[in-house]
């Protein structure tokens, strides 16, 4: 029985899949997972339940990228300023990585993918960094998708940490100022060693960046939906792709 859902299953991928050039599939996607509060309220019900239903999408949209070839899943889950929201439902978010590993860490594991974290540990609460830590030792030998959380992640925070290790370095004789180039600043970002996305999906309809990777999303597509995150699934995913093959990337060039 299991065979012939699986069968069936299978099918289906087969149907959307076709419309999706195996050639240019980006390298690294990265989402702004917006909406969540607003999905919940839309239903009557608090705004952790919408957090909650979001942690689904993730797992969704980690197994479409891991499908169809996408090496870096990016998912801003916690910015530096969401600080600013009430404390219970902080409490909440900082209590969902864990949550969310107890459940999907084995499949995970068996799927290959490699856990990575960026943003600023320091500010985070014992449980949470435990969580994380835990689940990026057991993926450290993982060769497949890299799924990594921006969690407490803040684009501006990051340069500043960057520049001001440049000035330190400088000032210390450590780092002559002709060194102190973008290839230098790339590699003192978090996201050091990770090619800078090939596309930017944010739901919820905000039209901004939020301070989102204002410097590796130089040259990156970027793709809006209304879509509210909870609601975000493999078609969606697809959606962006198929959107994403159909754009010319110039680079300033002409093409
Ligand atoms: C995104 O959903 C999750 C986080 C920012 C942590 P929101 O909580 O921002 O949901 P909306 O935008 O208020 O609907
Ligand atoms: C961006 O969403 C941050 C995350 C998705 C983690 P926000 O909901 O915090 O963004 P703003 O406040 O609408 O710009
Ligand atoms: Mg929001």
Known sequence: MIKVFQSLWNKKQEKTLPSLSKDNVPSHVAIIMDGNGRWANRRGLPRIVGHQTGMKAVKRAAIAADEIGVKYLTMYAFSTENWKRPKDEVDFLMRLPEEFLAIELEELIEKNVRIHMMGHPEDLPPHTIAAMEEAISRTRNNTGLVLNFALNYGSRRELKE?????????????????????????????????????????????????????WQLAYSELWFTDIYWPEFGRDHFYQAIAEYQRRTRRYGGLS
Not at 188 to 204: A, E
């Open 162 to 214: 960057a520049f001001r290790k440049a000035a330190e370095d400088i000032a210390a004789g450590r780092l002559s100022p002709e060194v102190f180039t973008e290839e230098w600043i790339d590699s003192h970002l978090q996201t050091s060693g990770i090619p800078d996305p090939d596309l930017l999906i944010r739901t919820g309809g905000e039209l901004r960046l939020s301070n989102f990777m204002l």
